[in-house]
């Protein structure tokens, strides 16, 4: 299955968890700092390698990261 993630910046707080369980390592720190004064998680993922598990979005304390996954067919249908 794959996945992608979307950060809300205004929500982070750049506590670094989503960063530290990613399975696929797709989550980093930004080198730029928010209006608020934090420094926010960042999504890349250039290579769709994204398997949508939830972790990060389970242990974000600011839910501020929301997952999308992509189903998959379970059977063909015929024509």
Same mark, same amino acid.
């Given at each position: &299955?794959?996945?992608?993630?979307?950060?809300?910046?205004?929500?982070?707080?750049? !506590?670094? @968890? !989503?960063? &530290? #369980?990613?399975?696929?390592? @797709?989550?980093?720190?930004?080198?730029?700092?928010?209006?608020?004064?934090?420094?926010?998680?960042?999504?890349?993922?250039?290579?769709? @390698? !994204?398997?949508?598990? @939830?972790?990060?979005?389970?242990?974000?304390?600011?839910?501020?990261?929301? #997952?999308?996954?992509?189903?998959?067919?379970?059977?063909? #249908?015929?024509?």
């Amino acid at each position: &299955m794959r996945g992608a993630i979307r950060i809300d910046e205004n929500r982070c707080k750049g !506590c670094e @968890l !989503c960063t &530290m #369980v990613c399975p696929k390592h @797709l989550i980093t720190t930004a080198d730029y700092f928010t209006p608020r004064g934090y420094r926010p998680a960042l999504y890349t993922d250039p290579h769709s @390698l !994204c398997t949508g598990c @939830l972790l990060c979005a389970t242990i974000c304390p600011d839910a501020a990261i929301t #997952v999308y996954r992509e189903a998959r067919l379970k059977h063909a #249908v015929a024509a």
